[in-house]
T-cell receptor, first 111, second 113 residues
Framework: SQKIEQNSEALNIQEGKTATLTCNYT??????LQWYRQDPGRGPVFLLLIRENEKEKRKERLKVTFDTTLKQSLFHITASQPADSATYLCAPEFGNEKLTFGTGTRLTIIP | NAGVTQTPKFRVLKTGQSMTLLCAQD?????MYWYRQDPGMGLRLIHY???????AKGEVPDGYNVSRLKKQNFLLGLESAAPSQTSVYFC????????????FGSGTRLTVV
């Protein structure tokens, strides 16, 4: 079965710096991959989707890359702010319209 | 728009009791999903539906049943609750088979004692 690994459970970044989160998967590549944000006690919120034939996607201060050779997606938050502190989930889609979620990386932006 | 609404938000059950979790969406979405989230395990898919009247098993379906009699509602049933079903349950929906993101509800925190 597919295994999704997100680089670390927790990541602390200084305000204003770029936060980079990693998502690695095994076996075959997904058709597309999504990133979500989850705050404590809340449901995940969709942020970005990138398809297997796309190298990069941007939305405001967010950027996602997708490297099918490395079997990896990187999620970047530039000019990070304390309000960006949350858990970020990687979710590839390997077929049949079902997402497989990683365990998440808890990001803390330090003022 | 309310989006995805889950009821109840919290529930404590005794082992062996049954209950139904309700998920309602007002966005006319075709696809609906039930996930459970446990510490260190991430979100795991229980059951899902690709349209009214359809259901399919996900990664961890044992001990759960679902029904999608109306397009806007997706019910998750626990026939005989076990402590291992203590978890936070999330419902999500998606517009159709295109590459759209999911809209999640705020979750139901279930404790089985």
């Amino acid at each position: 079965s597919q295994k999704i690994e997100q680089n670390s459970e927790a990541l602390n970044i200084q305000e204003g710096k770029t936060a980079t989160l990693t998502c690695n998967y095994t076996n075959y590549s997904p058709a597309y991959l999504q990133w979500y944000r989850q705050d404590p006690g809340r449901g995940p919120v969709f942020l970005l989707l990138i398809r297997e034939n796309e190298k990069e996607k941007r939305k405001e201060r967010l950027k996602v890359t997708f490297d099918t050779t490395l079997k990896q997606s990187l999620f970047h938050i530039t000019a990070s702010q304390p309000a960006d502190s949350a858990t970020y989930l990687c979710a590839p889609e390997f077929g049949n319209e079902k997402l497989t979620f990683g365990t998440g990386t808890r990001l803390t932006i330090i003022p | 728009n309310a989006g995805v609404t889950q009821t109840p938000k919290f529930r404590v059950l005794k082992t062996g009791q049954s209950m139904t979790l309700l998920c309602a969406q007002d966005m006319n979405h075709e696809y609906m999903y039930w996930y459970r989230q446990d510490p260190g395990m991430g979100l795991r898919l229980i059951h899902y539906s690709v349209g009214e009247g359809t259901t399919a098993k996900g990664e961890v379906p044992d001990g759960y049943n679902v029904s999608r009699l109306k397009k806007q509602n997706f019910l998750l049933g626990l026939e005989s609750a076990a402590p291992s079903q203590t978890s936070v349950y999330f419902c999500a929906s998606k517009e159709d088979a295109s590459n759209y993101g999911y809209t999640f509800g705020s979750g139901t925190r279930l404790t089985v004692v």
